[in-house]
T-cell receptor, first 112, second 114 residues
Framework: EDKVVQSPLSLVVHEGDTVTLNCSYE??????LLWYKQEKKAPTFLFML????IEKKSGRLSSILDKKELFSILNITATQTGDSAVYLC????????????FGGGTRVLVKP | DAGVIQSPRHEVTEMGQEVTLRCKPI?????LFWYRQTMMRGLELLIY????????DSGMPEDRFSAKMPNASFSTLKIQPSEPRDSAVYFC????????????FGSGTRLTVV
């Protein structure tokens, strides 16, 4: 069965710390890996990764994919309280690449 | 762009009642997805449509659940009869052909069945 596993389940850090979130996957027809941030409402898109070894950056967030080892990491540097959220990893699979399978998420709490 | 629009935002209903959730995808998006989110099971794909045609409904929990997409701008998810274990947040999402931004989610419908 296809699966996406995220770790840690949750973590608490202080403002200014760096956090690293992990996502490993096993899917039969991988197309891409996506990261989302979910605060109180709907998940919002962060990154889409399709190629190994190419880092994507957006401000203090960055992510990289390793298709050989089947995992991705999401880094947040100089964390702020506004980074507190659940971070979701999802894998797109299948011929059409439409179907997303989500991991269980990592809950991040950034304390002042 | 108004984004993906879901209604209602909240629904509280009694066990056994019919519940209908509605979704308007982003104009021009050709794929629509219904997800359910609970603390225990996270985000689960229920069903998705490409060009208004249901492609994969393997996530629909049982016959009490049904989904339709009569046209490109509207979809419904119906639960009949509803049960307390159906209580969850139901998200609709849409995506376009070749979109580099994954899905766009609606704000969700929080369903409580008492």
């Amino acid at each position: 069965e296809d699966k996406v596993v995220q770790s840690p389940l949750s973590l608490v850090v202080h403002e200014g710390d760096t956090v690293t979130l992990n996502c490993s996957y096993e899917v039969t027809n991988f197309r891409s890996l996506l990261w989302y941030k979910q605060e109180k409402k709907a998940p919002t898109f962060l990154f889409m990764l399709t190629s190994s070894g190419i880092e994507k950056k957006s401000g203090r967030l960055s992510s990289i994919l390793d298709k050989k080892e089947l995992f991705s990491i999401l880094n947040i540097t100089a964390t702020q309280t506004g980074d507190s959220a659940v971070y979701l990893c999802a894998v797109s699979e299948g011929a059409a690449g439409n179907k997303l399978t989500f991991g269980g998420g990592t809950r991040v709490l950034v304390k002042p | 762009d108004a984004g993906v629009i879901q209604s209602p935002r909240h629904e509280v209903t009694e066990m056994g009642q019919e519940v209908t959730l509605r979704c308007k995808p982003i104009s021009g998006h050709n794929s629509l997805f219904w997800y359910r989110q609970t603390m225990m099971r996270g985000l689960e794909l229920l069903i998705y449509f490409n060009n208004n045609v249901p492609i994969d409904d393997s996530g629909m929990p049982e016959d009490r659940f049904s989904a339709k997409m009569p046209n490109a701008s509207f979809s419904t998810l119906k639960i009949q009869p509803s049960e307390p274990r159906d209580s969850a947040v139901y998200f609709c999402a849409s995506s376009g052909q070749g979109s580099g931004y994954g899905y766009t989610f609606g704000s969700g419908t929080r369903l409580t069945v008492v």
